[in-house]
């Protein structure tokens, strides 16, 4: 059984940067997707168990970076120039996996979910 901890959402000004963090042992492959209200969830980014690949949504590419220190079990999700329509629980996702270069961008390849962080960006 994975357990996924997710921190790091809040309240943030357009334009401004936040961080999330996911904790997660194992070896899994991860993912992070959002949901805003009344839309379903999105894919946002996703990462391979070694961190040698990465994918992220057109919507967030060039602004956001997903990173992971395995030696922490902890997942990252960098993102910069929020704006408003952004606002959204975001949650992490993991997926056991036993290739260590490959990344999952379906929401239905994983297993695992975290409860969700809201992030809120005024605008």
């Known amino acids: 059984q994975v357990q996924l901890v997710e921190s790091g959402g809040g309240l943030v000004q357009a334009g401004g940067s936040l961080r999330l963090s996911c904790a997660a042992s194992?070896?899994?492959?991860m993912g992070w997707f959002r949901q805003a209200p009344g839309k379903a969830r999105e894919f946002v980014a996703a990462?391979?168990?070694?961190?040698?690949?990465?994918a992220y949504a057109y919507s967030v590419e060039g602004r956001s970076t997903i990173s992971r220190n395995n030696a922490k079990n902890t997942v990252y999700l960098q993102m910069n120039s929020l704006n408003a329509e952004e606002t959204a629980v975001y949650y992490c996702?993991?997926?056991?996996?036993?290739?260590?270069?490959?990344?999952?961008?379906?929401?239905?390849?994983?297993?695992?979910w975290g409860q969700g962080t809201q992030v809120t960006v005024s605008s």
């Open positions: 996702a993991a997926k056991d996996t036993t290739f260590s270069d490959t990344y999952f961008h379906r929401r239905g390849e994983y297993g695992f």
């Open positions: 194992g070896r899994v492959a």
């Open positions: 990462i391979s168990w070694s961190g040698n690949n990465a």
